[in-house]
């Protein structure tokens, strides 16, 4: 009963994180989760309400074909990349997936808290959307996380704001299903943790659509900021796991 009341809670309140930025279910379930579980299961229990929600954020405009005809170097390496990088999950020592997992959380707070201003130049993406996508593809195969570096760097190509929650919710759409690809692949993903995963999806859209009501009535630049500081804690503890 434990296991299911955490599973509601966590995926609960990771849609709300998501209603409220507009990305972070994944980060949060997988930080939360991974407090309390191997991180190749945590991965597994998030398969189904990641792709839903984030399938829904990808089809909430009109760019997606435009998006797909730009960003398919990076995505096409992120499926190389996750597919690859997800044995690292599965065979890894668990609390040394917990500390890739928690120094994935740590980068991605650090950086989003500090904020650089990047901008990217149309002509360096030939060569830098595959690398980012490869390099983002083995960190969301060793870690389950999917932010880092790709989401700095989508935030660089001076996409306008719809476009860029619709390539927010392509990329991280896209790692979820080649995560799952290489967690059957290496026979970490379970008939048994898809029904769970798929139960998950009610709390995740909840938590969505309360997310997206506070949104009007809170400050979102405060939440974000509880929010990484959530994310950089979560972060400590798991990395500092193996060293205890």
């Known amino acids: 009963m434990f296991f299911y009341g ?3 809670a ?6 709300l994180v998501k209603g409220v930025t507009g990305m972070g279910l994944p980060t949060v379930a997988m930080g939360l989760l991974g407090m309390v579980m191997p991180p190749a299961m945590a991965a597994s229990l998030l398969v189904v309400p990641s792709l839903v929600t984030n399938v829904w954020q990808l ?4 760019a997606v074909a435009a998006l797909v005809q730009r960003l398919w170097p990076m995505l096409a390496a992120m499926v190389i990349g996750t597919v690859g990088g997800s044995a690292l999950l599965v ?4 609390r040394w997936s917990g500390f890739a997992l928690g120094s994935a959380l740590i980068a991605y707070a650090v950086y989003a808290l500090l904020a650089p201003a990047l901008t990217i130049q149309r002509a360096l993406e030939t060569w830098l959307s595959p690398l980012v996508g490869l390099v983002t593809g083995m960190v969301t195969g060793a870690t389950g996380v999917f932010v880092m570096p790709a989401v700095p760097y989508l935030g660089a ?3 306008h704001k719809d476009e860029l929650v619709q390539a927010l919710g392509l990329s991280f759409s896209i790692s979820t299903l080649a995560l799952a690809a290489g967690l059957l692949a290496n026979d970490a993903l379970r008939l048994n943790q898809l029904g769970l995963s798929s139960l998950s999806v009610i709390p995740a859209l909840l938590g ?17 900021l509880c929010f990484l500081l959530l994310l950089l804690v979560l972060g400590l503890e ?3 796991r193996p060293f205890i």
């Open 6 to 8: 955490l599973l509601t």
């Open 10 to 15: 966590t995926f609960l309140f990771a849609g």
């Open 59 to 62: 089809f909430s405009g009109s």
């Open 91 to 94: 065979q890894v020592d668990p």
């Open 157 to 159: 190509l001076g996409l």
């Open 208 to 224: 969505m659509g309360l997310g997206a009501s506070l949104r009007a009535r809170i400050s979102p630049q405060r939440f974000r």
């Open 238 to 240: 798991l990395a500092s």
